[in-house]
């Protein structure tokens, strides 16, 4: 599946596969089965998501152009590998001439680059908003701002050797499939290790450093708020102000923490689907008596592109606006969700708004 499966795993830079070998039937139906399942529940969960985001694009808050991408991404995932792999399952070969062979293989790791990225860059982005807010908050809406810029670049470069490791080639006399061909022995385990280090494990090792910052900076303001509000009790004087300004503060604090929370889940979700994917695609290549063809090792492939399932569930769940965002989908104009927009609006500037509300009470 995807950049590196049993498509690419006996291939060499000497010969393409000796024979044409039966495959396991059940495997193959389970697999079917399982595909079509995956890209008939991301397709809707994101383009619907996509259609209603669409719609509100002039009222995109800054997190929201992120989550908008982030769909983006995840189509690619669910149009250009699950729907590929899912034909490729069906045919048993691939079906296709050699720049299409090239094409697919390249649009698979664009989307498995894009939705990685555009998760790194979603999470910097709340650690400058917490940890820099000032910054943050003269930040103007743009949709097309520099990280997800930055995320697509690196997603369309990164996956250029693609085109050049993969083609359409003779697997058996008049049988032709898309291949991958590495030099023996290395070659193989070089490209799957380095491409599991860029997608997978420098992602997450700066989501990691960014999120105990931010981890950091909450607790620190929460420390901060209630130190100051217990200083505050014993002055009478400015208990009614400081009652309604406090207040505030609570409520921009929860808005702000809220998307923080919504982006460790994205990520725990990321790292729970993508990681025995990319367990087992170092196994299959640095232990040559790994099960390859088991339905463990199947299934456990297959679990990567639930994460594109997951990314808009995630998203409505913490949105609260379920209902709302149905309804959308019908209407072209919703005045209830200009508050909704509203109040998003307000997680980005949220800390700079709180520390402002406190210098103020002081």
């Given amino acids: 599946m995807a950049w590196s499966s ?25 697999e079917i089965a399982l595909l079509s399942i995956i890209f008939v529940a991301a397709g809707l969960l994101n383009f619907g998501l996509l259609l209603v985001l669409w719609k509100r694009r002039k009222q995109l808050s800054r997190m929201r152009v992120f989550v908008l991408h982030l769909c983006v991404a ?12 899912l034909m490729w399952d069906i045919t048993d ?7 299409l062979c090239r094409l697919v293989k390249y649009l698979q790791v664009v989307g498995m680059f894009a939705s990685t990225y555009m998760i790194v860059v979603m999470t910097i982005d709340r650690y400058q908003a917490i940890c820099n807010p000032m910054v943050t908050f003269q930040r103007r809406r743009a949709r097309w701002n520099g990280p997800v810029c930055a995320a697509w670049c690196v997603s369309f470069v990164g996956s250029l050797p693609q085109v050049f490791i993969f083609s359409r080639v003779e ?27 860029v997608i997978f494990v420098l992602p997450i090792l700066i989501v990691i450093v960014c999120q105990v910052r931010i981890c950091r900076a909450v ?6 708020k209630t130190h100051h509000h217990a200083g505050a009790a014993g002055a009478e004087a ?15 604090s929860k808005a702000r923490v809220k998307t ?32 390859t063809q088991s339905a463990t090792f199947t299934i456990l492939m297959l679990l990567a592109s639930l994460n594109s399932c997951v990314n808009p569930c995630i998203y409505l769940v913490f949105s609260g606006k379920l209902p709302e965002w149905l309804v959308a989908l019908m209407c072209v104009d919703e005045p209830d969700l200009k508050e909704s927009m509203q109040e998003e609006a307000t997680m980005v500037s949220s800390l700079y708004i709180s520390l402002k509300g406190l210098s103020d009470c002081r």
């Fill in 6 to 30: 049993a498509n690419t795993s006996n291939a060499s830079s000497e010969a393409v596969p000796a024979g044409d070998e039966p495959r396991d039937e059940r495997l193959a139906r389970l």
């Fill in 219 to 224: 607790h620190a303001s929460i420390h901060l």
């Fill in 171 to 197: 697997v058996a006399p008049g049988v032709y499939d898309c291949w991958g061909q590495f030099v023996v022995p290395w070659g193989l385990r070089a490209y799957v290790t380095w491409t599991t280090l």
């Fill in 93 to 99: 070969r691939f079906v296709g001439p050699d720049i």
């Fill in 260 to 291: 923080v929370k919504m982006t460790v889940v994205i990520v725990l979700a990321y790292v729970v689907c993508w990681t025995p994917f990319f367990t087992v695609q170092l196994w299959s290549v640095w232990d040559a008596e790994a099960p």
């Fill in 74 to 85: 995840d189509l690619v995932v669910t149009f250009f590998q699950v729907c590929p792999q």
């Fill in 238 to 252: 400015a208990s009614r102000p400081l009652s309604s300004r406090a207040s505030c503060v609570v409520g921009l």
